[in-house]
């Protein structure tokens, strides 16, 4: 057989995403992003024993548009992360390991990321702005 002839391995112009990868992607990236994460909540606690002048630069710049940004990405990740890892843990108990549970528990983790994290932002604003 010519090297011609032999089949290409799946590429991203012929690769058609799934859930389940795209979720296992996702949950790589929000373990990063976690990471990051824990570096500004340093920053933070440091600032605070710093004194009200460190303290004011952190706020201040966690008030901005950008700190905003980056901490709901990292809520958003945090989130995303706990429930994903949920659904890692369910799998271990080995149950939903057929293909319609993987979709309906992938889907659940979406959906839960979302309403946990729209919750826990609302609730920092009324209690922030009370």
């Given at each position: 057989?010519?090297?011609?002839?032999?089949?290409?391995?799946?590429?991203?112009?012929?690769?058609?995403?799934?859930?389940?990868?795209?979720?296992?992607?996702?949950?790589?990236?929000?373990g990063v992003a976690l990471s990051a994460g824990a570096i500004l909540l340093v920053w933070w606690l440091v600032a605070a024993a710093s004194g009200p002048g460190a303290y004011d630069g952190v706020a201040d710049f966690l008030g901005?548009?950008?700190?905003?940004?980056?901490?709901?990405?990292?809520?958003?990740?945090?989130?995303?992360?706990?429930?994903?890892?949920?659904?890692?843990l369910v799998w271990d108990t080995g149950h939903g390991l057929d293909l319609r549970s993987t979709y309906v528990g992938g889907?659940?983790?979406?959906?839960?990321?979302?309403?946990?994290?729209?919750?826990?932002?609302?609730?920092?604003i009324f209690s922030w702005a009370s």
């Open positions: 057989m010519r090297s011609a002839d032999r089949p290409l391995s799946p590429h991203l112009q012929i690769y058609r995403w799934q859930l389940t990868s795209v979720l296992s992607i996702l949950h790589r990236a929000a901005s548009w950008f700190g905003l940004v980056l901490l709901f990405g990292w809520t958003l990740s945090l989130f995303y992360h706990l429930c994903n890892g949920i659904r890692h889907w659940l983790v979406v959906g839960g990321t979302g309403v946990l994290t729209l919750i826990a932002w609302i609730a920092g």
